[in-house]
C-alpha cells in the first residue's frame, strides 16, 4: 500500500472551533489531494496540490483552506468549522496526472462537527 | 460536467458465481478510468486503472473493459468469494477526478 497517513483519524468538535488535518506521505509524489465523502454525493474533490506550495480548488473549496510548505504534508484547514462539514476526509496521492498514473488514498479521518 | 453512474446500486451473489459490475460516464474525454474497493470504515483500494487508450486490464480474477466511445466500463469478478464483499467504485480522471456512487456488493457463503 501507498505511504500515506492521515491524522486525527477520529475528531469531534463543536461549531465554529478550527480544525486542521493532516495528510503525511511517504512516496514523494507530487500531487496530493482531499476529498470528502458524504451519503448520496459520493467522493468529491476539496482542494489540491501540485508542488510545494502549490495548490488549487476543487468541487466544494468553499469553507476550507489548504497548505503544503513541504513535499510530504499536506493539511487542509477549517478556519470555523460547521455542522455542513461533518464528513470523512481523505487525502490521496499521485506521482502526476494525465494517463496511467493512478491515485492512491489515505484510510480517511471521520470528521463530527456539533 | 462529467457524471458517473454505477449500476446496480447494490447487489448480492452466492459464492462462486461470475458477476459484472457497471460504470458509464457523460464525458469521453478522459485520461484514466480508475476501478476501487472500499471496505466498511476504510479507505478506498485502487484495483485497477484503464488509460484512454486501453480497452482493459486484468489483475487476478479482475477484469476491467472501457468503452470510452460508448461511455461506458465494466467490472467483471470471476468465481466470486465472501472476502469480496464491499463497496466498488469507479472514477474517472480528466480536467479532476469524478467519482460514482458505487456498488455495494455482498457474496453469501
Known amino acids: 500500500d501507498a505511504g500515506i497517513t492521515q491524522s486525527p483519524r477520529h475528531k469531534v468538535t463543536e461549531t465554529g472551533t478550527p480544525v486542521t488535518l493532516r495528510c503525511h506521505q511517504t512516496?514523494?509524489?507530487?500531487?496530493m489531494y482531499w476529498y470528502r465523502q458524504d451519503p448520496g454525493h459520493g467522493l468529491r474533490l476539496i482542494h489540491y496540490?501540485?508542488?510545494?506550495?502549490?495548490?488549487d480548488k476543487g468541487e466544494v473549496s468553499d469553507g476550507y483552506s489548504v497548505s503544503r510548505s513541504k513535499t510530504e504534508d499536506f493539511l487542509l484547514t477549517l478556519e470555523s468549522a460547521t455542522s455542513s462539514q461533518t464528513s470523512v476526509y481523505f487525502c490521496?496521492?499521485?506521482?502526476?496526472?494525465?494517463?496511467?498514473?493512478?491515485?492512491?488514498f489515505g484510510d480517511g479521518t471521520r470528521l463530527s462537527i456539533l | 460536467k462529467q457524471e458517473v453512474t454505477q449500476i446496480p446500486a447494490a447487489l448480492s451473489v452466492p459464492e462462486g458465481e461470475n458477476l459484472v459490475l457497471n460504470c458509464s460516464f457523460t464525458?469521453?474525454?478522459?485520461?484514466?478510468l480508475q476501478w476501487f474497493r472500499q471496505d466498511p470504515g476504510k479507505g478506498l483500494t485502487s484495483l485497477l486503472l484503464?488509460?484512454?487508450?486501453?480497452r482493459e486490464q486484468t489483475s487476478g480474477r479482475l477484469n476491467a473493459s472501457l468503452d470510452k466511445s460508448s461511455g461506458r466500463s465494466t467490472l467483471y469478478i470471476a468465481a466470486s468469494q465472501p472476502g469480496d464483499s464491499a463497496t466498488y467504485l469507479c472514477?474517472?480522471?480528466?480536467?479532476?477526478?469524478?467519482f460514482g456512487a458505487g456498488t455495494r456488493l455482498t457474496v453469501k457463503p
Open positions: 512516496e514523494n509524489h507530487r500531487y
Open positions: 464525458d469521453s474525454a478522459i485520461y484514466n
Open positions: 484503464i488509460q484512454s487508450s486501453q
Open positions: 472514477a474517472v480522471e480528466a480536467a479532476d477526478m469524478r
Open positions: 496540490s501540485y508542488g510545494v506550495k502549490d495548490t
Open positions: 490521496a496521492i499521485s506521482p502526476g496526472t494525465g494517463a496511467g498514473q493512478p491515485q492512491h
